[in-house]
């Protein structure tokens, strides 16, 4: 899931960038930009940083793995050739 201090400096962010009467609404205003981030965010297929990593990692291996066993099959196949 997405950081909630992320969030939180996003919507601070955006609060800060906007003209000087509706920023001195105040608090309500952040709110409901925060609000609305976490909703829009919500609905984005994303994954966190942590399962992105660990399916990096995964990735990595498996491409190892496929490297090895490609080489293992080619050195059969020229076994099986008489090479």
Known sequence: MIDP???EQIAKQIHESM?????????EVEKKI????QNQLA???????????IQTQVLLKTREKLTALEK???ELEA???GE
């Open 5 to 7: 201090q992320k969030i």
């Open 19 to 27: 003209p000087k009467g509706i920023r001195e609404l105040g608090d």
């Open 34 to 37: 925060r609000q609305g981030l």
């Open 43 to 53: 609905k984005l297929d994303v994954v966190s940083r942590e399962e992105f990593d």
């Open 72 to 74: 293992r099959l080619a």
């Open 79 to 81: 076994k099986s050739r």
